[in-house]
């Protein structure tokens, strides 16, 4: 079945830093791919998307580029401040009649001062 | 502000009670999610509703029952559960197409089962 990896954390950088999260994706055909964002005490926000092969999404300094031919959607970002420490996940969409979210485990951010 | 609210934000219950979780939307959607995030543990989606109708049960034990009177509402039935239940429930709202629709979730409510 589908499914998304993504890397362990707590991943911790000084503030400035550059910052990439991994994430590869198994599916059959080509899902659209979503980073999501959790700030401490808060639900899910959506960070950016991608819907095909290629594609890249921005938000709020944050980049990541749907590849097929390494099935992977790498989270970016080239200078991270101490508001982006949050638990960031990324998941893809499971078509069919009930779009399910497929989620990764999560990786947790913290940016230090 | 996502759109979607839940209430309460936090609910502190005995195994013996029975409770519920309610889930609003703003956004005319019409799909309806109900995902447990268990700490350590990726997120699980539980129920989804479409048009008011239920379309997926992710083998939920029958302990927590969802009900959906429209397409704007969702709620969560709470009774006799047990101390392993205690997560974060997030609502989430969309509108289905296929293949491609983005979700939005709730703040979601923090459940702790005594």
């Known amino acids: 079945g589908n499914s998304v990896t993504q890397m362990e954390g707590p991943v911790t950088l000084s503030e400035e830093a550059f910052l990439t999260i991994n994430c590869t994706y198994t599916a059959t055909g080509y899902p659209s791919l979503f980073w999501y964002v959790q700030y401490p005490g808060e639900g899910l926000q959506l960070l950016l998307k991608a819907t095909k092969a290629d594609d890249k999404g921005s938000n709020k300094g944050f980049e990541a580029t749907y590849r097929k031919e390494t099935t992977s959607f790498h989270l970016e970002k080239g200078s991270v401040q101490v508001s982006d420490s949050a638990v960031y996940f990324c998941?893809?969409?499971?078509?069919?009649?009930?779009?399910?979210?497929?989620f990764g485990t999560g990786t947790l951010l913290a940016v230090q001062p | 502000e996502t759109g979607v609210t839940q209430t309460p934000r936090h609910l502190v219950m005995g195994m013996t009670n029975k409770k519920s979780l309610k889930c609003e939307q703003h956004l005319g959607h019409n799909a309806m999610y109900w995902y447990k995030q268990s700490a350590k543990k990726p997120l699980e989606l539980m129920f989804v509703?479409?048009?008011?109708?239920?379309?997926e049960n992710n083998s939920v034990p029958s302990r927590f029952s969802p009900e959906c009177p429209n397409s704007s509402h969702l709620f969560l039935h709470l009774h006799t559960l047990q101390p392993e239940d205690s997560a974060l429930y997030l609502c989430?709202?969309?509108?289905?197409?296929?293949?491609?629709?983005?979700?939005?979730f709730g703040p979601g409510t923090r459940l702790t089962v005594l």
């Open positions: 989430a709202s969309s509108q289905p197409t296929v293949g491609s629709d983005t979700q939005y």
């Open positions: 998941a893809l969409i499971d078509g069919g009649a009930t779009n399910k979210l497929i």
């Open positions: 509703y479409n048009f008011k109708e239920q379309t």
